[in-house]
């Protein structure tokens, strides 16, 4: 394991070996295709320009061992927002010289050719791959400070918000973020009809993807139209924010009102402050649907991408309440604490993380369940895809449910403690039902 130093410290020791190294070696960036990935490899790459060095970019789903054969071993290969789950494989490539950027779990041993940064070695500060890659590139020049608002994208994007510790104050002070309170319903900019219908945290019953509900919900809330349009809920009186709140919890008991309402973030793009949380959304929009470069341009301010981005994210928002309809529709396989939703080729593989997500958020599951969500990968057709959630983010660590079901039925895994997902052989789909459900049933036992 690491030596016991500061996360700071070993973030300047890790750009001074960077630094010498990449004057004579060609980079190849690889980084997740998440809104934190993505916020991620924006800022890498443009601190890299600015330093002249050559390198390449790649924005991949997932890291497994087939990908990892394909990269060339005299380059510098630098991962941003993975590869801490892989670090077993990465010790049986010939890749010479390897850093990584992440903040998931550690559970293997770190090989000698591997540099990593990750606060699970040091104070396990909640940080995003963004906040630590903005850190690193401040490192290497001060002037970098401009890419602290993408490193607030990645936080919101990580749901790190409510974790505002002491290195993510500091991005928020770099990136001069203007901070708002109220109902955290995005986009907190635009009128409030339509950030309601696609309100996915929190989920409100019979208004989240129901235009009707929606309308239901505002007049009841005593909220009308002025000159013909709703106002955004940033401009909201106070009073209309309170009524609207009271309302909402009563339409979905589970929700308390101190958990929807918080700190908005606003950042300026495009020279307009934009809601982080849309941006975000826009980010992954763009990534499932299979243009990560463009949401790597919309990040970087090219104006040809913003408006590529805005058609991309208004036709993800329609299939997205289509896959919510349709994964509440489906079959599911319940136990004590957990539910299997197998959606197999119903839902997209590039959906089924964003929707697990939102149905984590309904009122319909107990807090703590676990819900597994599996879908067919769509990419690799011999492949299956599983995304899964703790509802209210408490209970046991899904990582390591799902890592003792890999290690059975073979496969890759990776995420966090209450937002974790794996990929297995197809052939595999019945065993890994029966091997969830075994893990279930013994945790009754030792109970």
Avoid: W
Avoid at 73 to 102: R, W
């Amino acid at each position: 394991m690491e030596e016991e130093i500061s996360l700071e410290l070993k973030i300047r020791q890790t750009v001074e070996k960077f630094l010498e190294l990449s004057r004579d070696k060609k980079t190849t960036v690889i980084s997740h295709f998440d809104a934190d990935g993505i916020s991620s490899a924006a800022i890498m790459i443009q601190a890299l320009r600015k330093l002249d060095i050559k390198f390449s970019l790649k924005i991949i789903k997932r890291l497994d061992k087939e990908f990892l054969q394909t990269l060339n071993e005299d380059n510098i290969i630098l991962f941003v927002d993975l590869a801490s789950g892989n670090l077993d494989d990465i010790a049986k490539t010939n890749l010479k010289e390897v850093f990584i950027i992440d903040h998931h779990e550690i559970s293997q041993e770190i090989p000698n050719n591997v540099t990593i940064i990750n606060p699970q070695l040091h104070d396990k500060q909640k940080i995003s791959a963004s906040g630590l890659a903005y850190l690193f590139c401040r490192e290497i020049d001060k002037k970098n400070k401009h890419l602290a608002k993408l490193a607030i994208i990645g936080m919101i994007g990580d749901v790190l918000d409510k974790e505002i510790d002491k290195l993510n104050h500091e991005i928020l002070t770099d990136g001069e973020i203007q901070k708002r309170r109220g109902l955290l319903v995005y986009p907190s900019t635009r009128p409030l009809n339509m950030a309601l219908e696609f309100s996915s945290n929190p989920f409100i019953p019979g208004v989240t993807g129901n235009s009707e509900g929606v309308l239901e919900l505002l007049r009841c809330s005593g909220i009308n139209q002025e000159n013909g349009k709703y106002k955004s809920l940033l401009e909201l009186k106070e009073e209309e924010m309170e009524r609207l709140v009271t309302t909402i919890t009563l339409q979905n008991p589970q929700i308390k009102s101190e958990d929807i309402v918080g700190e908005i973030f606003l950042i300026k793009l495009f020279n307009k402050l934009e809601d982080a949380r849309e941006i975000c959304a826009k980010i992954n929009a763009c990534s499932r649907y299979g243009e990560p470069e463009t949401a790597i341009q919309m990040c970087m301010e090219i104006p040809n991408a913003k408006k590529r981005a805005d058609s991309i994210h208004i036709k993800y928002k329609q299939s997205l309440i289509e896959g919510i309809r349709t994964i509440v529709g489906l079959e599911k396989i319940k136990g004590d604490g957990f539910v299997i939703i197998n959606a197999q080729d119903k839902i997209k593989d590039t959906m089924i993380g964003t929707v697990t997500s939102i149905i984590s958020n309904s009122p319909n599951y107990a807090r703590g369940t676990i819900i597994f969500s599996m879908a067919h990968d769509h990419e690799n057709s011999s492949k299956i895809k599983v995304s899964a959630r703790c509802v209210g983010k408490e209970g046991r660590n899904i990582r390591e449910v799902l890592s003792r079901v890999i290690n059975v039925i073979g496969g890759e895994i990776g995420g966090h403690e209450f937002a974790a997902g794996c990929t297995f052989e197809k052939e595999k789909e019945e065993e890994f039902i029966k091997e969830i459900k075994k893990n279930f049933e013994i945790e009754m036992i030792k109970i």
